[in-house]
């Protein structure tokens, strides 16, 4: 039996490339493709069967370099990265795997929402740069805690779920938004404008669709509350960056906590990267080495069933 052919599109730190070689059989080989590397890439794809997808677009192009393809399988869940109407023209599946990543998300998203509003970046610079005890003391009026805010989470899904009862451990009033409201929360539901309006603290929970593309536009930084920070965990484009950057230097933000950008990498000129009440990150909160063993586990397994047959596990399309 010829083995079947995996591409693995992102860089492999050494933990990693353990990871993948312990999951290769006498069924199974991968290839791993740094996400900078394009020749490489569309060398691969020429015989790949399967693409596992992380983060850098899996365009038209990149389905068309790979005439053996029968399956893209996303480590992670989003799937706006792919180029779903090729792969539709192709009947080739697309799955994705809800819930392996949501525990790190989780506990990024508390991290960034400590980060910001208590100026943890501001403060480590200044401490690394022997200034930390010579900082203007007009800072610690703009720093605050989580206990007695109300915190919004846009979206309810499986980050949404664990992040809430950090929150209320920690004193916060937990309130959300979704399209339907969900079974057995023990929260407070509420349309986005009245969450807009309510919540100290906003941490977005959400796909990015082309109905959820610029949610927070200027208009909704508008609405919120003067003083209020923004965590984004999910995707860039659901946030205006334009409007973002008016929000936190002139408007309604006090600060942020962003693992997500509109454009990725971000560019060295972004203004955000000015500004000392961001706090930031290059979209990992979803890298451990635990999401990878439970990723990895799922990408065999729906590549498995290519050989054997039956459903694949969490299929899009």
Partial sequence: MSKLKAVFHYAASDGIAARLKAAESDWLSIETCDEADDERLFHLMAEADVLWHVLKPATAEVIAAAPNLRLIQKIGVGV??????????????????????SQAVAEVTVMLMLSALRRAATFHDATRAGDGWRMDPGIFDRVGEVAGRTVGLVGFGEVARRVAPVLQALGAKVIYTAPTKKENTGLAWCSLPNLLAQADVVSLHLPLTAETENLLDAAAFAAMKPGAVLINTARGGLVDPSALHHALTKGTLLAAGLDVFADEPIADNEPLLALENVALMPHVAWLTPETFARSIDIAVQNSRRLLDGGEFMHRVI
């Fill in 80 to 101: 706006n990265t792919i180029d779903l109407d090729a792969a539709r023209a192709r009947d080739i599946p697309v799955c994705n795997m809800p819930g392996t990543n």
